[in-house]
């Protein structure tokens, strides 16, 4: 909800809690990365497309997300 309302950096926080618990959610790292973009923190955001796509190759959101920022 905070990544919708653009408050990426709460959204961010929100996120590293996640992955405390679980660093094997694909799910978190993938919008963890969006809101890096949003932010033009580019290099980042790929880092965390590059831990998401392992645990889940086929996930279509991580790979268009991380060529966008490939493109910044």
Known sequence: ALRK???FE????NY???LAINPDDNTAWT???YALG???RYEEAIAN??????I???DE???TNRGVALLN
């Open 61 to 63: 959101t991580a790979w």
């Open 56 to 58: 889940n190759p086929n």
């Open 49 to 54: 497309f590059d831990r998401a796509l392992p």
């Open 10 to 13: 709460e959204a961010i926080a």
């Open 38 to 40: 949003n932010l033009g």
């Open 5 to 7: 309302l653009g408050r």
């Open 31 to 33: 919008n963890r990365g």
């Open 16 to 18: 590293d809690r996640a």
